[in-house]
């Protein structure tokens, strides 16, 4: 029979940092038997089975149409921009909802109207593994709604960590009447068309 889950033998600290600490584990699964795997793990991990929050925002308008909005993060490990969507910790004590809407705050500047688990229930979002083969982190990821023509939308300023470098970048989202069957995207000004399915 195949084994389902997997045994922590022993568990050994390498380092241990601010935010993050490096373990070599000896695990088992099934007959098997890892020695010497790396784990990284968060320092300021809180107790509960996820670690963070992912947002998908997309800025809805009036008279025009809806965009997804994007960040691209400074990464000093690859010491280069990363396109991303908004994301962060979850602060002891506080909802995931609550998370959702501070983060998207600090690092865009707007302010969530509404927010949807991926499955349509607020209360329930998917919990994704973020980097399995080498951290248990995990972050929840919502859909938010934003109301771009609300004034608390109007003059954005964003509220970021002295380590953080963060850009807006904004995808335009339409069906194109005109197009009939096209699925437009528009994506820093290159027109991505796609037949619907």
Not at 37 to 43: A, L, P, S
Not at 58 to 86: A, T
Request: proline share 5%.
């Amino acid at each position: 029979m195949e084994a389902k889950e997997g045994q922590i033998l022993e568990e050994r600290v390498l380092f241990q940092g601010k935010w993050l600490s490096l373990y070599q584990v000896d695990t088992k699964i099934g007959e098997k038997v890892i020695k010497n795997y790396e784990v990284v793990k968060r320092t300021t991990h809180i107790d509960k089975p996820f670690d963070g929050v992912t947002v998908i925002p997309i800025v809805k308008f009036k008279e025009k149409k809806s965009h997804l909005l994007l960040i691209s993060q400074y990464r000093p490990p690859i010491n280069q921009f990363c396109l991303e969507f908004p994301a962060g910790l979850i602060e002891d004590g506080e909802t995931l909802l609550d998370c959702c809407r501070r983060e998207v705050k600090e690092e865009t500047g707007y302010t969530i109207d509404r927010l949807i688990g991926m499955p349509g229930d607020e209360r329930s979002a998917p919990v994704v593994h973020i980097s399995p083969w080498i951290s248990k982190q995990t972050s929840v990821v919502y859909l938010a709604i934003i109301d771009g023509d609300a004034e608390e939308n109007q003059n954005l300023k964003q509220s970021l960590d002295p380590a953080e470098v963060i850009n807006l970048h904004t995808c335009l989202l339409y069906t194109s009447d005109a197009a009939d069957d096209l699925l437009c995207v528009d994506l820093g000004g290159r027109r991505i068309i796609k037949k619907k399915k």
